[in-house]
């Protein structure tokens, strides 16, 4: 863990039919998908969305920001619709989740062209939410960072009351993670989740379920655009 090899220990434990560590065939492919939602939430978001916020102020400067930055920022968000497709892919070809819960689990095709298909629209998908997403609010922080943080917190807080709500719970559902701490820190990686990288999985009942999944993935799509225009208003206009 201390010198960063915990996401390749975990690919390992979850493919290998003799796992370093302990724990069962279930176990290691839940730390698996976690690790990779922590990684993305936590590393890959905050990342993509710096360097949007350097290339806008850049350009409020009238400097000229060098290829390689924006080849940074496109790979970012590549990266991130890749690893969101790759972990849905893993997650609903698993043999055993497909037999534990084959109501939400098996819509991949079996046949290979199709199930490609099929993960290459979830990564043009998620692609193009991240994008929208750090050039909307780097816009806005660029206007006012007050006013962009106070509306992602607003933002968060209405998913949780939403989520405790329609779940009936605010709690995250993981024996081990329904303690207070734990469950705040799951909500943050839902809500940065569901607002730039909207893992398919999280439409399962103990994340944000369907009806929230949906709701968030519409209102994520239209909220981009406002928060342009907002920021073009904070700024007077020019």
């Known amino acids: 863990v201390l010198l960063g090899l915990k996401p390749l220990l975990n690919e390992y434990n979850a493919l290998s039919d003799r796992p370093l560590t302990r724990g069962t065939k279930r176990d290691h492919e839940i730390a698996k998908t976690l690790t990779r939602v922590q990684l993305v939430v936590f590393q890959s978001l905050p990342q993509g969305f710096y360097q949007c916020l350097v290339l806008l102020q850049m ?27 790759d972990t849905e ?4 070809t698993s043999a055993m989740l497909r037999v534990n819960w084959p109501t939400i689990h098996g819509y991949m095709p079996d046949n290979m062209r199709h199930a490609l298909l099929v993960s290459l629209g979830t990564f043009l998908f998620v692609s193009g939410i991240v994008s929208s997403k750090w050039v909307a609010i780097a816009t806005l922080a660029t206007t006012s960072a007050t006013f962009a943080g106070s509306w992602l ?12 709500a329609v779940e009936g719970s605010w709690r995250f559902h993981l024996h081990g993670l329904d303690a207070v701490v734990p469950s705040v820190i799951a909500h943050l990686i839902l809500y940065l989740g569901s607002i730039a990288a909207p893992f398919p999985f999280f439409r399962f009942p103990g994340y944000l379920g369907p009806y929230l999944y949906c709701a968030s993935v519409c209102y994520q799509t239209i909220a981009s655009p406002l928060v342009v225009l907002v920021a073009f208003c904070l700024d007077g206009g020019g």
């Not at 892919?89 to 609903?92: L, S, T």
């Not at 607003?154 to 405790?164: D, G, S």
């Open 59 to 85: 350009a409020g400067r009238d400097e000229t920001p060098s290829w390689v930055q924006w080849a940074s920022v496109v790979s970012a968000a590549l990266s991130v619709g890749f690893v969101v497709a």
């Open 89 to 92: 892919y893993g997650v609903d």
């Open 153 to 164: 917190v607003v933002e968060c807080v209405v998913l949780l009351l939403l989520r405790n």
